[in-house]
């Protein structure tokens, strides 16, 4: 075998992603890594408006995108929704897990019906719309990458002003989740990985760096002295979705400037 260009390995031309949670913050940034790429992109979050607007932006970066209103919290929703981005797209070849919700309470007061919609969203909702996806177009074919977004959270506890207990629990879920169907799916030639990534400006950390000091105070605690920008995680999506990591599997890589090395995460 002829070993191929860099560019090669990474060129996505031809291949077709969902990417959920993708309206604004990290999903978007993802989708934007693999349309930059040469993917064709269907984005998919609750809000309609909130999604055409993601579209115009992606398609102002002349990245083929379109956008299916879906709730991924509800098995029937995320089943609807591999049915139509499967119908939009063919086939899908790349499948970003990245649709969340978080809720803070201390754990003894943790309201059990904010445990669930957590757990709903967080971990079912990626198996119901993993296995959807697998079934009808990556296991037939034998190909494809799953990006699973894990979190920081769920490698280690929380410092004193986090109590994020149900949110944490659901991403070390998704941590063992892509470790088994890795081990599971791999007979099938598909990669599964999950990126971990520490702060970033968000709509859901917004509340949390508040009661931190601000995003400032939580820098001061990483080792690279920064949180992630919208450039950090193009490159690891990059390189789970394309030929450049085709012989990675079942990993978990931690994007947050260093701060799981120093909690021992």
Same mark, same amino acid.
Request: overall charge neutral; aromatic content about 4%.
């Given at each position: 075998?002829? =070993?191929? $260009?860099?560019?090669?390995?990474?060129?996505?031309?031809?291949?077709? =992603?969902?990417?959920?949670?993708?309206?604004?913050?990290?999903?978007?940034?993802?989708?934007?890594?693999?349309?930059? =790429?040469?993917?064709?992109?269907?984005?998919?979050?609750?809000?309609?408006?909130?999604?055409?607007?993601?579209?115009?932006?992606?398609?102002?970066?002349?990245?083929?995108?379109?956008?299916?209103?879906?709730?991924?919290?509800?098995?029937?929703?995320?089943?609807?929704? =591999?049915?139509?981005?499967?119908?939009?797209?063919?086939?899908?070849?790349?499948?970003?897990?990245?649709?969340?919700?978080?809720?803070?309470?201390?754990?003894?007061?943790?309201?059990?019906?904010?445990?669930?919609?957590?757990?709903?969203?967080?971990?079912?909702?990626?198996?119901?719309?993993?296995?959807?996806?697998?079934?009808?177009?990556?296991?037939?074919?034998?190909?494809?990458?799953?990006?699973?977004?894990?979190?920081?959270?769920?490698?280690?506890?929380?410092?004193?002003?986090?109590?994020?207990?149900?949110? $944490?629990?659901?991403?070390?879920?998704?941590?063992?989740?892509?470790?088994?169907?890795?081990?599971?799916?791999?007979?099938?030639?598909?990669?599964?990985?999950?990126?971990?990534?520490?702060?970033?400006?968000?709509?859901?950390?917004?509340?949390?760096?508040?009661?931190?000091?601000?995003?400032?105070?939580?820098?001061?605690?990483?080792?690279?002295?920064?949180?992630?920008?919208?450039?950090?995680?193009?490159?690891?999506?990059?390189?789970?979705?394309?030929?450049?990591?085709?012989?990675?599997?079942?990993?978990?890589?931690?994007?947050?400037?260093?701060?799981?090395?120093?909690?021992?995460?």
């Amino acid at each position: 075998m002829t =070993a191929r $260009n860099i560019k090669t390995l990474f060129d996505l031309t031809g291949k077709r =992603a969902l990417v959920t949670g993708s309206s604004r913050g990290l999903g978007l940034q993802m989708a934007h890594s693999l349309g930059e =790429a040469g993917a064709t992109i269907v984005i998919s979050a609750r809000k309609q408006g909130e999604l055409d607007g993601a579209v115009a932006e992606l398609r102002a970066a002349g990245i083929n995108a379109s956008a299916i209103a879906a709730d991924c919290g509800t098995a029937e929703g995320a089943q609807a929704l =591999a049915t139509a981005a499967l119908k939009v797209l063919g086939e899908v070849d790349i499948l970003v897990n990245n649709a969340g919700a978080s809720w803070g309470a201390p754990a003894e007061d943790h309201p059990i019906e904010a445990w669930d919609k957590v757990m709903n969203l967080n971990i079912r909702g990626i198996f119901v719309l993993t296995q959807a996806i697998g079934k009808a177009s990556m296991i037939p074919r034998k190909t494809g990458s799953v990006i699973n977004v894990a979190s920081i959270a769920g490698l280690n506890g929380n410092p004193e002003f986090m109590t994020t207990i149900a949110y $944490n629990t659901s991403k070390g879920a998704v941590v063992n989740f892509t470790k088994t169907l890795a081990s599971e799916w791999g007979k099938y030639g598909i990669r599964v990985n999950a990126v971990a990534p520490g702060f970033f400006p968000s709509k859901m950390t917004k509340g949390i760096s508040e009661m931190a000091g601000g995003f400032e105070a939580i820098a001061k605690h990483a080792p690279l002295k920064r949180i992630g920008d919208d450039e950090d995680l193009k490159g690891v999506t990059l390189l789970f979705a394309s030929d450049a990591g085709k012989h990675i599997t079942g990993q978990t890589l931690a994007v947050d400037g260093g701060v799981s090395v120093v909690t021992g995460a």
